[in-house]
């Protein structure tokens, strides 16, 4: 559309009057050129407002209206109300009225009749004619008014209304006891109720307290209260008093929680904290089953042990059964013992063999001392007989052996010199092997050897053989038995062992020494 | 249910002995004496005129008959047929008889009520009882039969006298705090006497049985005030029933009101139950035919079966527009009946004539109501039993209990028919042409109507059972 054509239209347009819609319509075509007619607007929007206010007017006009009306419809009860009165009023005259009228017309009639009677003297006797008299009917004689009798009937009189008093007593004490029960009860229901709360010290620190001073009230309360069972009425009104608290405690934390309740649905769900109420249902749901099972369990162990002890068994069984929780222990008991005996004999066997062989080994000790003995004679007759031979010898030992002939001259001198063996002893380990070949040669020399294995093999035997301590003396001799016969055995070092016969009793003591 | 045969009356004057084995009965100046089980005649006796009221006495040993015209009373007895004895008035006139508790003394309440005599049949003594009040309850004896209360008027004002039934004695005289007394009734322990004053003033008193002043109670002024007043079986309720409709209840503790009990005549609520009378086999248009003459229609009418149907709600009661420029409008709570195991109160409201409210006792909430078609009578609950029959007047006698309710017809024949109406009587159903008597005198000194053993209903059904049992 052109703006020409627009503003022809809306030239048209002015003359009608506007609807709101129109000119919003219009509004939106508000352009430079369409100035003057937006003016023309403006002054229309001046008429819709004017417009509304007049609406607005209008309806509270209606609304005064509506009050007037009320107002109007009050008063005519009102009225009606005055008539009603009115009414009753009436009413009520005519009823006096009908009364009176009765009244007078009796009024008459008495009138009338004593004036009769007065008149009318010789009347008919006015008697009762009877047969004869009949008796009493509880039997009795009749009994003349007295006194007596008059207080007589006071009495009874009395004692009937004091009987229904007292029954009547009876009943309201019987209800109020029960009604103190129902209260007292539902007191400490609610005290249980909210003393859990107690965790909660931020909100709930009022409560709690107010809890706890109660509950300790309370505790005093109970006991005091039994004993004053009675209708005291300061006892009832403590009663009354700490129910009212309770109850008001009790109702603030329903409200609170009723509050929290519609927070969280004002606030949509908060995953974190909140879970489905499906969710929990259905999880206390699982937890009360497991429950369930578990104290079905415990329930058919329990009965399971119960017929066990409950049970009258036979001696076997009871023998057998005696003591059967430690059984296992037991066995173990038993099989460790018979381990640790058969142990013992082991070494009680391992002991007496080694006596033995101790005491082969002191037999053969001085065999070959007195072997030794005798070939030294020998030698030492042959040495003096061919010197530069044996000094040949010497040195054929000493060429051989390597090392070991600086020893073999150290232990030819060994005697003098009996402290250094020691430690020679301990750096010899390596080289004792070597010595086995040159044993039958160099018996001497090999006495540091034996020494040091002596003392090797003694320190270790005192390490495994724990209980006794003698043993040393007769692992001396066990090695140099060993170092006689030869014979293998696990430790490497009994090759070295070579006996000396001479320097036992050295060795004794310098093993004693050692170890 | 059994219907015996028909035996014509007079006056509605028959009565059940107290020990339930004889019925009384009268045609005009002879005394009938029945066996109740077999309604044969045991004896017959015969008065000096017609006979106005008969009382038994309390151990079914004597009956009285009273003649008011002439100011005799025939005391007969059963043992002895040959036994008379006969009062005389004489000038002094006679109002209204009534045997003492004891069976032993007539108390004659002369003309205008001058005084009330004592007469013994035991011995030669007489004695006078002064200003009685003329009100429509003025004598009551406490149910074990010890004392009398009696109103009386002096001087404008109005007093009690307590007296031992045994002696004579007066035991209590004193003033009672009311304007124009109309009623006073002992409540059943005999501890406590109820006192009401006139409908202008609502007023209710207690006094205990020496005399004092225990409570007063008033629920409003200016309207008119109470109509009928009640006591439960036990005393632990005092029923009041006023012209505002309403029947509010006090208790024997405090004698404050505990609850108020309303008639609406719109009832919304779904817990109550509402049974409706209602005709089996309505009629066509009968009574728009021209040839249908105003008998044969009455008779039909009688004649019809009616049943009883549950109505829902909300249901709307026939009311009826009392006159509101006459005296004792027909509006307010005229008659209230405690069933005796003290769970019922029966109410009839007379504004709403056609219903019968019964009240749960032990909610203190409506529990029941019967719509009849016709204005009900009267109602009477059976002493040993829960169960109320209802009297409308017309051919039918309706029963209710906590288990239904059932409408049953009673066969009649034709003239007593249309005239007669029904009244329900426990163990028995009268047909007589007279209303129960409306002189107050007489139905005060008339006493308890049932029977201690409940004979059975001895009327044969020959109508069906309703709906709802």
């Known amino acids: ?515 | 249910m059994n219907f015996s045969e028909v035996f014509k009356l007079s006056g509605l004057l028959s009565k059940f002995s107290p020990d339930g084995k004889y019925l009384a009965s009268c045609v005009q100046y002879r005394l009938a004496v029945r066996e109740v089980s077999t309604l044969q005649i045991l004896q017959l006796y015969t008065c000096l005129d017609q006979i106005q009221h008969i009382e038994w006495s309390a151990d079914s040993l004597f009956i009285l008959c009273a003649m008011y015209k002439r100011g005799l009373v025939q005391v007969w007895s059963l043992e002895q047929p040959d036994w008379h004895c006969k009062i005389d008035e004489g000038s002094a006139g006679l109002v209204a008889s009534c045997w003492s508790p004891d069976g032993r003394h007539i108390l004659n309440t002369t003309e205008f009520h001058l005084r009330i005599t004592v007469w013994s049949l035991c011995t030669k003594s007489v004695s006078y009882i002064k200003y009685p009040k003329a009100c429509q309850q003025g004598i009551t004896f406490t149910r074990d039969g010890r004392y009398m209360a009696l109103a009386e008027r002096r001087d404008c004002k109005d007093y009690i006298s307590v007296f031992v039934c045994s002696d004579w004695q007066l035991l209590r005289h004193f003033e009672a705090d009311t304007q124009d007394l109309v009623g006073i009734e002992w409540a059943p322990n005999g501890c406590v006497l109820a006192v009401w004053d006139t409908c202008l003033e609502y007023k209710i008193l207690l006094y205990s049985l020496d005399g004092r002043l225990l409570a007063s109670y008033c629920a409003y002024e200016w309207s008119l005030g109470v109509k009928s007043v009640a006591w439960s079986p036990s005393s632990q309720f005092l029923a009041v029933g006023s012209y505002d409709g309403k029947v509010r209840i006090l208790n024997h503790v405090t004698w404050k009101m505990i609850t108020e009990l309303a008639h609406p005549t719109t009832i919304n609520n779904p817990k109550i139950i509402v049974y409706k009378e209602a005709e089996k086999n309505p009629k066509l248009g009968l009574g728009a035919l021209p040839f249908a003459a105003p008998r044969a229609a009455a008779r039909s009418l009688s004649t019809t079966e009616t049943k009883y149907e549950v109505a829902s709600m909300p249901v709307s009661l026939q009311t009826l527009k009392p006159v509101t420029d006459r005296a004792n409008p027909r509006i307010g709570v005229g008659t209230m009946a405690f069933s005796p195991d003290n769970y019922f109160l029966a109410t009839r409201n007379d504004n709403i004539p056609n219903a019968v409210w019964i009240w749960d006792v032990q909610k203190l909430r409506l529990f029941v109501v019967l719509e009849q078609l016709a204005p009900v009578r009267t109602f009477q609950w059976d002493p040993q039993q829960t169960r109320l029959a209802i009297g409308t007047g017309g051919g039918h006698v309706y029963l209710w209990s906590p288990a239904g309710c059932m409408s049953v017809q009673v066969p009649v024949e034709g003239e007593l028919a249309q005239t007669g109406q029904l009244w329900a009587h426990w163990a028995c159903l009268i047909l007589g042409p007279h209303w129960p008597p409306t002189d107050p005198q007489a139905r005060a000194a008339q006493g308890p109507q049932w029977l201690s053993d409940p004979v059975s209903l001895q009327v044969i059904s020959t109508c069906s059972p309703c709906a709802g049992i």
Request: hydrophobic share 30%; glycine share 2%; charged share 30%.
């Open chain 1, 1 to 515: 559309m052109s703006p020409s054509s627009l503003y022809s239209h809306h030239v048209l347009c002015s003359s009608i009057p506007l609807s709101k819609n129109v000119q919003s319509f219009f509004s939106a075509f508000c352009t430079e050129e369409n100035i003057e007619q937006s003016i023309s607007y403006l002054d229309q929007e001046q008429l819709e407002s004017s417009r509304r206010e007049m609406i607005g007017l209008q309806e509270r006009d209606r609304q005064l209206q509506c009050k007037n009306r009320n107002l109007h419809q009050l008063l005519k009860n009102e009225k009606d109300e005055v008539q009603k009165l009115q009414n009753i009023i009436a009413s009520r005259a005519t009823q006096y009225n009908h009364d009176m009228k009765r009244k007078e017309r009796e009024y008459n009639k008495l009138k009338e009749r004593l004036h009769q009677l007065v008149m009318n003297k010789k009347d008919r006797k006015i008697a009762m004619d009877v047969l004869n008299y009949v008796g009493r009917a509880d039997g009795k004689r009749g009994s003349w008014r007295t006194g007596k009798t008059e207080a007589r009937n006071e009495d009874e009189m009395y004692k009937i209304l004091l009987n229904d008093y007292e029954y009547r007593q009876k009943q309201i004490l019987m209800e109020n006891a029960e009604l103190k029960k129902v209260l007292q009860q539902m007191k400490k229901e609610m005290i249980s109720l909210l003393s859990p709360q107690k965790q909660k010290p931020r909100e709930r620190a009022d409560d709690s307290t107010t809890v706890l001073s109660d509950v300790e009230d309370d505790a005093g309360e109970v006991s005091r209260e039994s004993v004053w069972d009675l209708s005291c009425a300061a006892v009832r009104e403590q009663l009354t008093n700490s129910i009212r608290t309770q109850w008001r405690i009790l109702k603030s934390h329903v409200e609170k929680l009723d509050n929290q309740v519609s927070k969280v649905h004002l606030d949509g769900f908060n995953e974190d904290d909140v879970i489905s109420r499906q969710d929990h249902e259905q999880e206390t749901e699982k937890l009360e089953l497991e429950i369930q099972q578990c104290k079905e369990m415990i329930k058919t162990q329990q009965q399971l042990l119960q017929q066990q002890l409950t049970t009258a068994s036979d001696d076997d069984t009871t023998s057998l059964l005696r003591d059967c929780y430690l059984l296992e222990e037991k066995e173990r008991l038993k099989e460790e013992w018979s381990l640790f005996k058969e142990q013992k004999k082991n070494f009680e066997r391992e002991r007496r063999s080694f006596t033995e062989a101790a005491i082969r080994l002191g037999l053969e000790r001085k065999a070959f001392e007195e072997e030794r003995a005798s070939w030294l004679k020998q030698q030492f007759l042959n040495m003096t007989t061919f010197d530069p031979q044996n000094s040949e010898n010497v040195k054929l030992f000493s060429a051989f052996s390597g090392t070991d002939s600086d020893r073999d001259t150290l232990t030819v001198h060994s005697r003098p010199r009996q402290r250094q063996p020691h430690s020679v002893c301990r750096r010899s380990p390596v080289s004792t092997s070597k010595l086995t070949k040159s044993l039958p040669t160099s018996p001497a020399s090999d006495f540091g050897q034996t020494r040091s294995c002596a003392s090797e093999h003694s320190s270790s035997n005192a390490l495994n053989i724990t209980h006794e301590e003698a043993k040393p003396n007769q692992v001396g001799r066990e090695c140099l038995s060993q170092s006689r016969s030869l014979v293998p055995r696990p430790g490497s070092q009994e090759g070295c062992y070579n006996g000396c016969p001479l320097t036992c009793t050295n060795s004794h003591v310098e093993e004693d020494n050692l170890l």
